[in-house]
């Protein structure tokens, strides 16, 4: 069965510094996996997704992943941390059967000025 | 814009006092899902239409149902509401074509039950 680890809970930065939050998955065959992100109250908004594509996935914001089969990970990097960015991040895999998402714990960015 | 609207935003409801939210998409897609999102919790699937075909996840409690009279709207029943059951409501629509489709969220509705 498809799953994804989000490694951390909580991660905190300082405005300008790179943000770093991690995911491994879980799969049996060439998955595809996405990064949302939740703000406070709000709903999903989608910042990016691989698809067996280009390995390297630039998403919206600044933000982009790696898709890293050796290591089993997809995790989301960003150079420079904004106060705008904190918010909730799920990373996020297709379960093949059914074509679902199933849904990491979550991590929560707090950005420190 | 083409989107995914919720309402209402906010909604009370009191306890064992049925309570419908609505979903509706200009999206035209095939595809509606219903997440359900409890405080500091990753949403969790409780069921999703393809087209008229309702899917229920297995471990979807009774007490929801879902209503999907037409493309564009979807509505979650909650029949008899517990203190347990207060949370975010997201509503997800995808186009159904290939499985890369992208998934579009609508902004959600909490629910509180007093």
């Known amino acids: 069965a498809q799953s994804v680890t989000q490694l951390d809970s909580h991660v905190s930065v300082s405005e300008g510094t790179p943000v770093l939050l991690r995911c491994n998955y879980s799969?049996?065959?060439?998955?595809?996996l996405f990064w949302y992100v939740q703000h406070p109250n709000k709903g999903l908004q989608l910042l990016l997704k691989y698809t067996s594509a280009a390995t390297l996935v630039k998403g919206i914001n600044g933000f982009e992943a790696e898709f890293k089969k050796s290591e089993t990970s997809f995790h989301l990097t960003k150079p420079s941390a904004h106060m705008s960015d904190a918010a909730e991040y799920f990373c996020?895999?297709?379960?093949?059967?059914?074509?679902?998402?199933?849904f990491g714990a979550g991590t929560i960015l707090r950005v420190k000025s | 814009d083409a989107m995914v609207i919720q309402n209402p935003r906010y909604q009370v409801t009191q306890f064992g006092k049925p309570v419908t939210l609505s979903c509706s998409q200009t999206?035209?897609?095939?595809?509606m899902y219903w997440y359900q999102q409890k405080s500091s919790q990753a949403p969790k699937l409780l069921f999703h239409y393809y087209d008229k075909d309702f899917n229920n996840e297995a471990d979807t409690p009774d007490n929801f149902q879902s209503r999907r009279p037409n493309t564009s709207f979807c509505f979650l029943d909650i029949r008899s509401p517990g203190l347990g059951d207060a949370a975010m409501y997201l509503c997800?629509?995808?186009?159904?074509?290939?499985?890369?489709?992208?998934?579009?969220f609508g902004s959600g509705t909490r629910l509180t039950v007093v």
């Open positions: 997800a629509t995808r186009a159904g074509g290939t499985p890369e489709d992208g998934y579009t």
């Open positions: 999206l035209n897609h095939n595809v």
């Open positions: 996020v895999v297709r379960r093949e059967y059914g074509n679902k998402l199933v």
């Open positions: 799969s049996s065959y060439s998955p595809s």
